[in-house]
């Protein structure tokens, strides 16, 4: 079973930069896609990146495409979202989930596993 949890959010100020982990604690992620998603409060859960352990492609959102990077690294069952210029915009709490897919998919439904989430918050 998945399971995966994530850490290193907290308080920055706008143009700071934050990297936020997640590990997954259960089976190897060999076979998985991991994706981060952001909820703001009142708002949607929406996509924010994805990168798939079979071919190393990663998907971004427009909002953030040009400032985060997802990486990670397979053997650590690590994931890691460096965001870089933050905005106060980019406040939300930020989720880690997992689909047996190598295919990204920026539709939450399609993900199985999800972790707890790390709060982000950026002060203007």
């Known amino acids: 079973q998945v399971q995966l949890v994530e850490s290193g959010g907290g308080l920055v100020q706008a143009g700071d930069s934050l990297r936020i982990s997640c590990v997954d604690s259960?089976?190897?992620?060999?076979?998985?896609?991991m994706s981060w998603f952001r909820q703001a409060p009142g708002k949607e859960r929406e996509f924010v990146a994805g990168?798939?352990?079979?071919?190393?492609?990663?998907s971004y959102s427009d909002s953030v495409k040009d400032r985060f990077i997802i990486s990670g690294d397979n053997s650590k069952r690590t994931v890691w979202l460096q965001m870089n210029n933050l905005k106060s915009e980019d406040t939300a709490m930020y989720y880690c989930?997992?689909?047996?897919?190598?295919?990204?998919?920026?539709?939450?439904?399609?993900?199985?596993?999800w972790g707890q989430g790390t709060q982000v918050t950026v002060s203007s």
């Open positions: 989930a997992a689909r047996p897919s190598s295919v990204v998919s920026t539709t939450k439904g399609d993900y199985r596993d």
């Open positions: 259960g089976r190897a992620t060999a076979r998985y896609t």
């Open positions: 990168i798939s352990w079979i071919n190393g492609r990663a």
